[in-house]
């Protein structure tokens, strides 16, 4: 019984050893072990028959049987720990990153003129306390023309002239539009500021376009003034430019605001026409159900492209919608 048990011991211990040698995962590892060390395993089926060997036999046999687990068990550990290295080295030759090689990617791209042109303006606005406000490109005539006082048969309209749908409605000249759809559903005080794309049919040329953009400015309050309005204008225009240039109001003419004015701005030693402005006219403020005789609003609208080619020296309006990159590179 002695020598039988002696040879299954030194059989398991061969085999266990080629099986080991031979695995080369880390799940079969982990079966050989339970296979041959495991509580069920072939080890303890065999230590079990030890109960049948003399007193003087059990201490060589056991000595015999520690030898082999202990042999099993540090050829387990030592091929475990050469799978784990070798699985760790093809993981990282596999995600290698070569800091050396040019990064894959996109080049940044700038923001357009007309945009960063309107955002610093709503930025200004904002500071000031106004909220935005949008509304549709393509409007009825009552909201492009109608509300503001400039009825059908108005003057006012040629100046104004448009693009027009079959079905009546038109491609909006001004984002004043914004404002009464704005006072339609809110009760004053109110303080917006309208910035998008407008229509005009209009020859093009370095300083034209048939399509510009504009920023309009309303507020509507109780005992709202044209000193309002200009201390309003002359602050935006002073953050605008950096510095606080001398600013006039020419009296002038919009059928939406009395009274009017143009405003200029001394540039480089010239005066430049900047933005019209004026005290919203009674007849608006009755359209969207506004009683005159308790509130007071006053208005001002001006073009981007124009601010946009005096702050940056455009020479040529045409160069902010042809997508040059050798233009926008430049910004």
């Not at 050989?32 to 395993?41: A, D, E, F, I, P």
């Not at 006219?281 to 005789?293: I, R, T």
Request: proline share 5%; aromatic share 8%.
């Amino acid at each position: 019984m002695t020598s039988s048990l002696e040879t299954d011991l030194k059989t398991l211990e061969t085999t266990a050893k080629e099986a080991i040698a031979t695995t080369d995962t880390l799940d079969g590892i982990e079966g050989l072990r339970v296979q041959y060390l495991g509580k069920k395993g072939q080890l303890s089926q065999i230590l079990r028959e030890m109960g049948k060997l003399s007193a003087e036999d059990r201490p060589r046999v056991g000595a015999i049987a520690n030898e082999v687990k202990e042999t099993l068990q540090t050829l387990l550990d030592t091929r475990r720990q050469t799978l784990e290295n070798a699985e760790i080295e093809a993981k990282l030759a596999a995600e290698t990153l070569d800091v050396t090689m040019p990064a894959v990617g996109r080049p940044l791209g700038r923001i357009h003129p007309l945009n960063s042109t309107v955002d610093r303006m709503i930025d200004i606005f904002v500071g000031l306390g106004y909220s935005i406000a949008t509304g549709p490109q393509v409007e009825t005539d009552y909201y492009n023309f109608e509300a503001l006082n400039i009825p059908a048969d108005h003057p006012a309209r040629d100046m104004q002239d448009t693009f027009f749908l079959s079905d009546g409605r038109l491609l909006r000249t001004h984002t004043s539009p914004v404002q009464i759809r704005y006072m339609e559903s809110h009760e004053p005080p109110i303080r917006i500021v309208a910035p998008g794309r407008v229509y005009r049919r209009d020859t093009v040329d370095a300083t034209h376009s048939a399509v510009f953009h504009q920023v309009e400015l309303l507020a509507v309050d109780k005992g709202l003034t044209f000193t309002d309005l200009k201390g309003t204008i002359k602050e935006f225009l002073k953050q605008m430019f950096g510095e606080d240039l001398p600013v006039k109001f020419r009296a002038s003419y919009f059928p939406f605001t009395e009274p009017s004015a143009e405003v200029d701005v001394q540039w480089k030693g010239k005066w430049l026409e900047v933005m019209g402005c004026g005290m919203v006219d009674p007849n608006v403020l009755k359209a969207v159900g506004y009683d005159p005789q308790v509130y007071t609003g006053f208005a001002a609208g001006f073009g981007v492209e124009r601010f946009a080619m005096v702050l940056h020296e455009i020479d040529d309006i045409r160069r902010c919608y042809n997508s040059d990159l050798r233009f926008l590179r430049q910004f």
